[in-house]
C-alpha cells in the first residue's frame, strides 16, 4: 500500500462526524435552530447557562431569523444564553454598518431576551497602545 493510500484510508476509517444534508438553507436552519432551541431549554431545566459560539455573515442570517421567530411566537427565552462571537473588524465602531457587532445585534440580540452582559464580542474600537 502507497503512502497516499495508507493516509486516505486511516483518515477514512477515523472519521465519525455525521452529516444532515438539507434541501436548501431554510430547511437547514430549521434543523440547526431546533437543535439550538432544544440545547436552551435543556440547560434551563438544569438551571444552567447555554454557551453558544455564533457566527455572522450571509450564512447565519436564515437561522437567525428562526431563533427569532421561535423566541417571539413560541416564547423561546435566551436570558440563560451567554454567546461568543469569534471575531471584529479592528479599528471599527460597533454601531458601523460592517461591525459584527451591529450584524449580532440587528439579526438577533436585539430581538430576544439575552442579556447584555453575556454577550461577548471583540472590541473593535478598543484605543491602540503605542
Same mark, same amino acid.
Given at each position: 500500500m502507497d503512502n497516499k493510500q495508507n493516509s486516505s484510508t486511516h483518515i477514512d476509517s477515523l472519521e465519525k462526524i455525521s452529516v444532515n444534508i438539507q434541501a436548501d438553507v431554510k430547511a437547514g436552519s430549521l434543523?440547526? $435552530?431546533?437543535?439550538?432551541?432544544?440545547?436552551?431549554?435543556?440547560?434551563?431545566?438544569?438551571?444552567?447557562?447555554?454557551?453558544? *459560539? #455564533? $457566527?455572522?455573515?450571509?450564512?447565519p442570517r436564515t437561522l437567525y431569523a428562526e431563533l427569532v421567530r421561535m423566541h417571539k411566537?413560541? *416564547? #423561546?427565552s435566551f436570558s440563560n444564553v451567554v454567546s461568543f462571537n469569534l471575531d471584529e473588524y479592528y479599528p471599527i465602531s460597533k454601531e458601523a454598518p460592517q461591525s459584527y457587532n451591529r450584524f449580532m445585534q440587528t439579526h438577533l440580540f436585539s430581538h430576544v431576551d439575552i442579556k447584555p452582559e453575556n454577550i461577548h464580542i471583540p472590541n473593535g474600537d478598543i484605543k491602540k497602545k503605542i
Open positions: 434543523v440547526i $435552530a431546533k437543535t439550538i432551541a432544544d440545547l436552551i431549554k435543556k440547560k434551563q431545566v438544569e438551571g444552567k447557562n447555554c454557551v453558544l *459560539g #455564533l $457566527a455572522t455573515g450571509s450564512s411566537e413560541e *416564547g #423561546l
